[in-house]
């Protein structure tokens, strides 16, 4: 009986140690294993972005073209050598080392003319300090689906596809590798800016202060967001497309007979840029410092047509009214002077020392900021008898900001008309009577 009991025990051991063996061989087949990188999500440039030292792009219809790392700068070096757009070569090269295939289409490829490669759309080779020092990527036709674009690289049978918006980035010509900038000079360099068409003419000059006017002539403020907008634009401007590499036959661009002509100075020496005739929505121009006759958009144009009055300071005070430390008046009923405390508290101590509300000052130094030229007027504009400024009624002057620096600004009437003018300026503006009203009307209510 015993003999029995032992007998079944063992087999239930034996029973058990199968049941383990069989459960963790079964668990050990169907884990699933580590997957490896799939070949798809891999970049398709195999080195380093900072070891590529020269590539040539070769489209279907253009010439090679070839970039070149010197020292720290890139260079087209053919089919000419000419300087590059920094931002146009950093984006190519992202787009070029950063590209993944988005799905292999076929390993072993029988025609590769059904996938346009044969021959490609463009040919991009790369050139590196480290290995692979050759790498040569061939793009072709759009997908049916136009989703993406077939591509190859050479020594690699296979032929996958890339993302659609790689065409644009990556099938690039002499002209969008190339600096478009039409201005050499540095915005920040340009000290005279000479503009002459058919609808008139300005110069505008940068005084030893640094601040813009309008020579009128005399020289008169002009309104420093307006320049400097200017300013940027000649600096940010780029060509639209080059017509000639080389300035020929000038005069079937219209350069005989210029649409407008600007000069422009300045440390770095001096250039003319001249827009001649329209052609659809651009217009022909050249560079006197640059090789190429090239074009311009419209808007260009517009933004250069203006009249000297357009350019000139309409603001008669510039300071801002949290700078403002004392405000002096000198009016018809005599002098007055405001002063703030360090505690920011307002004291009024001409003609009678009394405290003055915070409120009530603000108020004065907002209208006094406010005050703006609805007109120029053009009759003896320097005559300030003419005006009554020889003797003004009113005369403000606001001190303000760390340095104390000063603005002065004198008021008349004459004949129902308000003329302004500051200190410094030569010639007056007309502004409203409800701008004088206003100011009348604080200077009462600071009592």
């Not at 039409?182 to 940068?206: A, E, M, N, W």
């Amino acid at each position: 009986m015993k003999k029995k009991y032992l007998q079944t025990l063992i087999a239930l051991v034996i029973l058990v140690g199968l049941w383990g063996i069989f459960t963790y061989y079964g668990r050990k087949k169907s884990a699933p294993s580590t997957p490896e990188k799939s070949e798809s999500s891999q970049n398709i440039f195999p080195g380093k972005r900072d070891q590529i030292v020269s590539f040539t792009v070769t489209t279907a219809n253009g010439k090679p073209v070839t970039c070149e790392l010197q020292g720290k700068t890139w260079q087209i070096t053919e089919p000419e050598k000419l300087d590059t757009d920094s931002s146009a070569i950093d984006g190519f090269l992202s787009s070029l080392t950063s590209a993944t295939p988005d799905e292999v289409v076929s390993d072993q490829p029988g025609d590769l003319k059904e996938f346009g490669l044969d021959p490609p759309q463009a040919t991009i080779e790369v050139k590196s300090k480290s290995a692979p020092q050759d790498f040569v990527l061939r793009l072709g036709a759009s997908t049916p689906t136009s989703s993406g674009i077939y591509a190859q690289v050479e020594g690699q049978p296979r032929v996958f596809t890339l993302a659609s918006y790689l065409k644009d980035s990556l099938e690039k010509t002499l002209f969008d590798f190339r600096n478009k900038k039409i201005v050499t000079l540095k915005p920040d360099d340009i000290q005279k800016i000479d503009v002459s068409s058919k609808k008139g003419s300005y110069r505008l000059v940068k005084n030893p202060d640094g601040i813009w006017d309008v020579m009128l002539p005399p020289p008169v403020r002009a309104d420093h967001f307006t320049v400097e907008g200017l300013v940027d634009e000649l600096g940010s401007a780029s060509m639209q497309s080059v017509v000639e590499e080389t300035k020929k036959d000038l005069d079937k661009y219209g350069f005989s007979d210029p649409t407008m002509t600007i000069h422009l100075s300045g440390a770095g020496g001096t250039q003319t840029l001249v827009l001649g005739k329209k052609e659809g929505d651009n217009y022909y121009a050249m560079n006197s410092a640059i090789s190429p006759v090239f074009t311009l958009g419209s808007d260009f144009l517009n933004q250069f047509q203006k009249q000297p009055s357009d350019l000139r300071s309409k603001d008669l005070f510039t300071f801002s009214t949290f700078e403002a430390k004392q405000v002096t008046v000198q009016g018809p009923k005599g002098k007055r002077v405001f002063i703030q405390h360090k505690n920011n508290k307002w004291e009024q101590t001409e003609p009678a020392s009394m405290e003055i509300s915070s409120d009530k000052i603000q108020s004065l130094l907002q209208d006094l900021r406010d005050l703006s030229a609805q007109s120029f007027p053009k009759k003896n504009p320097t005559d300030l008898a003419a005006y009554g400024l020889n003797k003004p009624e009113y005369t403000f002057q606001v001190e303000y900001g760390d340095h104390n620096q000063t603005q002065t600004v004198q008021i008349a009437q004459v004949n129902g008309h308000v003329y302004a003018r500051r200190s410094t300026d030569l010639v007056p503006a007309e502004i409203s009577k409800d701008s004088m009203t206003s100011i009348e009307k604080d200077l009462a209510a600071l009592k």
